[in-house]
């Protein structure tokens, strides 16, 4: 089968959507929504029902990958790029993903943007970024994966200040842009080194940016100790990248602005794919950073940090989407801490269940502010388990995912990270990793506790129109939910009477190391402190948000400034923009506005250019007198010049 069906299916949506937007807003029509929403239902479904056969023949054993070369894309002397495609086992469980969950995002798009302005735009919008994931996961080069990256990334700009009336969310979708851009750099960057290092001694006529060029003949140079420091430096150049679209610090300030756009946009851009993006493409390039341990350690080192710094803030946010935006930065650096300490296999486990469930969490969160009227501030919440038993039962569901209590998802993703972490040499790293888990339980059950349980806070007319989503909205959300409980199950340890089939599938770097008796003690005892962290975060919870609520805001009175600094999230935002954002502003608005646009640009090019040729026409005009006398006479003392000139030179 070719791939580019997987490609071309989304983009068709994309197109045919994108047009019935342009007919009838020409037209001043209303959409035909029921079409629209066939049109990009269908195209997600059939490439999911495409994606099956493949993943079926993986999973029965296939080895080799698929290949779909088109045309030769960029061929200059013994440079060469192919427009090609390549599915094997890692970039077939993102397959899955993004169709599959993608498909679900698509469903509940329709039951929750019903009665919205540009339907047809949205999932215009919507399939154009499945369109370009795809790209960016079945890409057989590097330059196709940044063809995808710089694609998503548009999408991203484009959903998130998707309701670009409102200012607010419209700098939310310019700072997502912005940021992305300062990581898509470093990207680039890393690809003009990996050229330059490589394209001397590539052979005529082969692919040097193919991931299967890459991993042979960097395994090769390996073995010869030659490409220590290029491996380390490039290595760092694209986690720069990485560090944008997965959302890092120090470049994650954009995701949670990025909940300014639908709740769907953030079920699937910020939970199930884009955000993604960044482990994706280290677990690719895991043959280069097994060769540059130092740029692993600081990875992990940043993926620990992100997680910590992040769960801390979501532990006294108020905005319902806020905390689950925080909570997927937290949840990205533990992927990035699997990453790492070599995990390659485990960070893509968290990636799958942390779709599964974070869907969820994010879709779960759209069906309470659909039934709120737009409301996202949990403290005017409350009580709702009463009138939407679906939403509840499913957000608890994936609460408890997150959370990592057994037997669901990430309680075999998440432990198996952090114990990883710790048998791989690395007990800082894991231990930070604990203290965010137990943070994570603790907001995670705050944010349900506050939701759903207690009296109801809102107003008379929210409290008279709560009702459960439609169906279009609970399918998904029940699809997610079951996916949430069983999705771990694939890789189940040895410890437990599993297998890691799940790792073993992907097969990624050196594998897991030799585990002895005493190892399996230790495995045993950090499973059981997590679970335990976990059930401490969801009892402190219930005793600050449950049983008394004065404890809560006793706390907040005795630790005023730590209240205040996690509140506003570190003052990280104002900090940027008193360094960065207004200084480039300032300058911008002083110097290149007044000074080189206005002055030198306007005055100078434009209007100087304008005043010299019409200047040069009055002299060709008063030149141009119409008298043959004088033409004669302009003729006579051209040749006396040229003679002249002839004789004496």
Not at 617 to 633: C, E, T
Request: charged fraction near 10%; include cysteine.
């Amino acid at each position: 089968m070719n791939l580019i069906y997987f490609i071309l299916l989304p983009l068709l949506g994309a197109i045919l959507n994108g047009s019935i937007a342009l007919i009838s807003a020409g037209r001043k029509k209303e959409e035909p929504r029921a079409l629209v929403s066939a049109i990009a239902l269908g195209v997600m479904l059939v490439a999911f029902a495409l994606a099956i056969p493949l993943a079926l023949d993986f999973f029965s054993g296939r080895t080799d990958p698929i290949l779909s070369s088109l045309f030769s894309w960029i061929t200059v002397g013994n440079f060469k790029v192919d427009f090609a495609l390549s599915l094997d086992r890692l970039s077939v469980v993102l397959l899955l993903i993004i169709t599959g969950v993608g498909s679900l995002i698509h469903l509940y798009s329709v039951g929750y943007m019903k009665g919205e302005a540009g339907y047809a735009k949205y999932f215009a919008y919507l399939n154009l970024f499945v369109a370009s994931m795809l790209v960016l996961v079945l890409g057989e080069n590097l330059l196709m994966m940044f063809l995808g990256w710089e694609g998503v990334g548009l999408c991203s700009y484009l959903l998130i200040g998707f309701w670009f009336e409102d200012e607010a969310k419209a700098k939310a979708g310019k700072k997502a842009f912005i940021v992305n851009r300062v990581g898509d750099f470093g990207f680039l960057l890393g690809i003009f080194l990996l050229i330059s290092f490589f394209l001397p001694e590539a052979k005529e006529g082969v692919s040097i940016l193919s991931f299967s060029y890459l991993k042979t003949y960097i395994h090769e140079l390996g073995h010869a100790h030659v490409i220590f420091i290029p491996a380390g430096i490039i290595g760092l150049c694209f986690f720069i990248g990485a560090m944008g679209k997965s959302a890092q610090i120090p470049l994650y300030v954009w995701l949670p602005d990025a909940m300014a756009g639908p709740t769907p946009v953030s079920a699937l851009i910020h939970a199930a794919t884009m955000v993604t993006a960044g482990v994706y493409m280290i677990a690719r390039m895991h043959f280069l950073y097994d060769l540059a341990p130092w740029v692993l350690q600081f990875i992990g080192a940043i993926g620990a940090i992100t997680a910590l710094f992040a769960a801390s803030i979501g532990l006294v946010q108020r905005d319902i989407k806020k905390v689950l935006a925080y909570s997927t930065v937290s949840q990205l650096g533990f992927m990035f801490l699997a990453m790492g300490v070599g995990a390659y296999a485990t960070g893509v486990f968290h990636l799958m269940t942390h779709a599964f469930f974070k869907a969820c969490l994010f879709l779960g969160s759209g069906s309470v502010i659909h039934a709120m009227g737009g409301e996202q501030d949990i403290r005017r919440m409350g009580g709702l388990r009463k009138s939407m038993p679906i939403t509840f039962w499913t957000f608890l569901i994936a609460t408890l995912a997150i959370a990592g209590f057994p037997p669901l998802s990430a309680f075999f993703s998440k432990d198996e990270i952090l114990w990883e972490a710790f048998h791989r040499g690395h007990s800082l790293l894991a231990g930070l990793g604990f203290l965010a888990a137990l943070m994570t339980s603790f907001y995670m059950f705050r944010l349900t506790f506050l939701t759903f349980f207690g009296d109801f806070r809102g107003t008379e007319e929210q409290k008279h129109h709560l009702h459960e989503s439609p169906w279009t909205m609970t399918l998904p959300l029940i699809v997610l939910a079951i996916l949430s409980t069983v999705g771990g199950w694939v890789g189940i340890p040895h410890l437990l009477g599993g297998h890691a089939q799940f790792q073993n599938f992907l097969g990624l770097g050196h594998g897991s190391l030799e585990v002895t008796a005493s190892d399996h003690l230790w495995e045993l005892s950090l499973m059981v402190l997590s679970v335990g962290l976990a059930l401490l975060g969801m009892l402190l919870a219930y005793v600050f948000y449950i049983k008394n609520q004065s404890y809560a805001e006793c706390l907040a009175r005795r630790f005023p400034r730590l209240y205040r600094l996690l509140l506003n999230k570190y003052y990280v935002d104002e900090i940027y923009d008193a360094l960065i954002v207004n200084p480039i502003k300032g300058i911008s608005e002083t110097f290149f506005s007044k000074t080189v646009d206005q002055k030198f640009i306007n005055q100078v090019l434009v209007e100087g250019s304008a005043k010299t040729v019409k200047n040069l026409g009055r002299v060709l005009n008063w030149l141009q007198s119409g008298q043959v006398s004088v033409y004669a006479f302009y003729f006579l003392a051209v040749i006396s010049v040229a003679v002249f000139y002839l004789v004496f030179s």
